[in-house]
């Protein structure tokens, strides 16, 4: 059974950092990219940025977060982190990281498998 198990939300005050850990058990997790998406109340699921598998010399951001976010993975800790800087209220969201079914990162939310259980991030003014 693939769990995905999601870390590291809270409050922050606008223009601060949060980090996200998305910790991957029951799957071969270098073998795979990883993504993370976000809701927002009210909201359709989006893209925020993906990683490809192995090293993830590939990675992939939607364009409100290139700058502020970086993506990347710990294959030896089965984990794939999300490091959010310069935080804007916009920001607030349910975050989910996912796995693809594929080595590739991709934006696309149909190409992955198994998704966590999301964490909260509540960016105030």
């Known amino acids: 059974q693939v769990q995905l198990v999601e870390s590291g939300g809270g409050l922050a005050q606008a223009g601060g950092s949060l980090r996200l850990s998305c910790a991957v058990a029951?799957?071969?997790?270098?073998?795979?990219?990883m993504g993370w998406f976000r809701q927002a109340p009210g909201k359709e699921r989006e893209f925020v940025a993906a990683i490809s598998w192995k090293s993830g010399t590939s990675r992939y951001y939607a364009d409100f977060v290139k700058g502020r976010f970086t993506i990347s993975r710990d294959n030896a800790k089965n984990t794939v982190y999300l490091q959010m800087n310069s935080l804007k209220p916009e920001d607030t969201a349910v975050y989910y990281c996912?796995?693809?079914?594929?080595?590739?990162?991709?934006?696309?939310?149909?190409?992955?498998?198994?998704w966590g259980q999301g964490t909260q991030v509540t960016v105030s003014s």
């Open positions: 996912a796995m693809s079914g594929t080595q590739i990162a991709t934006m696309t939310e149909g190409n992955y498998d198994y």
């Open positions: 029951g799957r071969t997790f270098s073998t795979y990219a």
